[in-house]
């Protein structure tokens, strides 16, 4: 794994996805009936959030394949060509609201359904599988490393929308988070986020490395 553009093997990333999942969910488990409907981020309300969040399941078994020939190097490269454009905005943003419904009913029980099955196909999945995504191919290992992004980001998304207090997230997923992201920064930014990083320079107003 480099220290500059980390890859990750599935035993590797298992652990802090699992960590982030197991957030994510006991989030979830706080949210109160009448709160679903509230506001959560941009456009979306709290539960149409946790439906685009709970795509971090959902991904890996649309995309999971036992075998396939890699050309996306790294989480940070995945992200990287992942950036949407305006249009890829509007129908993230639409298939979020589309999606939410299918959660409506038992939101945390489908998600819980959703991360079980998912961890299922993981650990049956043979040495050396891939996920294929529209941005290209990625080792498997790598790709679940981009859904601890995913789930962490978003977890902490849902935790403002609901205004909690904590929890912070899991160690080991805010390892993998801050290593994929800065090294996607590094990537696009490397001189603002060294000052930033040294106490030399404030961040600009919204800056932001995640697509």
Known sequence: ??????????DEAIGPFRDASEWFVS????????????????????????????????????????????????????????????????????????????????????????????????EAAPVGSVCVSRGGTIALGDFLATRVVELSVHTLDLIDALDLDGPEPPPAAARVSVSVLGALAARQSAGVLLRALTGRLALPRGFSVFP
């Open 27 to 122: 989030v979830l488990r706080r949210v109160d009936d009448e709160q679903w409907s509230q506001p959560g981020l941009g456009e979306w309300t709290v539960l149409e959030l946790a439906s685009h969040a709970s795509r971090a399941y959902t991904t890996v078994a649309e995309y999971l394949t036992p075998t396939g020939e890699i050309d996306v190097a790294s989480p940070a490269d995945y992200f990287g060509r992942a950036i949407p454009d305006a249009a890829v905005n509007a129908e993230i943003a639409e298939r979020g609201r589309r999606e939410a419904a299918q959660l409506a009913d038992d939101p945390v029980g489908a998600v819980e359904g959703r991360a079980a099955r998912t961890f299922a196909l993981i």
């Open 1 to 10: 794994m480099s220290a500059t553009d980390p890859n990750y093997t599935v």
